[in-house]
């Protein structure tokens, strides 16, 4: 059977809406920590091959991880005015053609790995897992949210490995701030579904810190902090660095501000927000070891 134009560029359309290639915001959010960890390890100059596959890996795996999400919301996105239309809830992308998409990422992903160390492809095992495990977790505990940072923060000692061969203390303080990071920027994005989420029966951080949502993430945003700081200061980072941390401790004041009142678009704007957060981090990274190699 021959597929018009028409046909392919329209499932072409549905996969990247179903892939979230139209809000980069997650990718973001990835890649932040992924460029913290492979600076440090390569002490300012990393290995520009290593930088390429983990940044290619991390827009593969975000998008896999979409289509696993989804598929396995598809029997509640449709009751969620925020993912009501989603490719599969909407009838537009069939469930086993999602999966089919997924395993495909999936063998990209692993491709690319394939290209570094062996103990970097075996963290690959369990960042798949996690990744996969990901989206059911809310239907069994209120810390998916937590579950999704651990896999978001597996590129952290990926990073390590990759471009050293191993990992160090700096590795999982790099770690812990990153699943800290993610659990309080992924229960403000639970807070725009939460009604929602407690009509169907979906799970969160969310739901779980209840009237002590706000105070609870400025308590995790603190951890951050501290886990930051511990981590800059084994290094040793220099000024720039604290700038940057500097400048995210008032991003994060920001969020709080945002959240106070709860309002469903001040939340999911302040989780947008924490692209800038990862962002200064990152910048205050690089340009301390730039200015240090000037010396």
């Known amino acids: 059977m021959q597929l018009s134009l028409e046909t392919v560029m329209d499932r072409a359309r549905q996969y990247a809406l179903l892939m979230r290639l139209d809000r980069p915001i997650g990718i973001l959010l ?10 440090i390890a390569g002490e300012g100059k990393p290995d520009p091959k290593v930088v390429l596959i983990l940044v290619l890996g991390v827009i593969v795996m975000r998008s896999a991880g979409c289509i696993i999400n989804d598929y396995a919301d598809r029997h509640f996105d449709p009751h969620v005015r925020r993912t009501r239309e ?10 086993q053609e999602a999966l089919k998409l997924f395993v495909f990422l999936c063998l990209i992903a692993f491709g690319l790995v394939l290209l570094l160390n062996w103990q970097t492809i075996l963290l690959s095992f369990v960042a798949v897992a996690l990744a996969a495990l990901y989206p059911f977790a809310k239907r069994y505990t209120y810390l998916p949210q937590v579950v ?5 923060s597996m590129a952290i000692p990926m990073a390590f490995t990759a471009q050293t061969g191993g990992v160090t203390r700096i590795t999982w303080l790099l770690f812990i ?7 309080a920027y992924d229960t403000m ?22 009237d002590v949502d706000v105070i609870i993430i400025g308590i995790i945003q603190s951890m ?34 945002l959240i ?14 924490n692209n800038w957060f990862g962002l200064v981090i990152f910048l205050g990274i690089a340009v301390d070891y730039w200015v240090r190699s000037l010396i």
């Open 177 to 183: 701030a990153n699943v800290l990071w993610t659990t």
């Open 86 to 95: 989603r490719p599969i809830a909407a009838g537009r992308v069939a469930p």
């Open 30 to 39: 990835l890649l932040w920590p992924t460029l913290w960890a492979v600076w």
């Open 224 to 257: 951050v902090f501290l886990a930051l700081f511990l981590a800059g200061a084994l290094v040793p980072m220099g000024a720039f660095y604290y700038m940057g941390v500097t400048v995210a401790i008032g991003l994060a004041l920001y969020q709080q501000e």
């Open 189 to 210: 994005y639970g807070m725009v579904d939460r009604e929602d989420d407690l009509k169907i029966g979906v799970k969160s951080t969310a739901i779980l810190f209840g």
């Open 260 to 273: 106070k009142d709860r309002d469903p678009r001040h939340c999911f704007q302040a989780f947008l927000n």
């Open 148 to 152: 999704l940072g651990i896999a978001f």
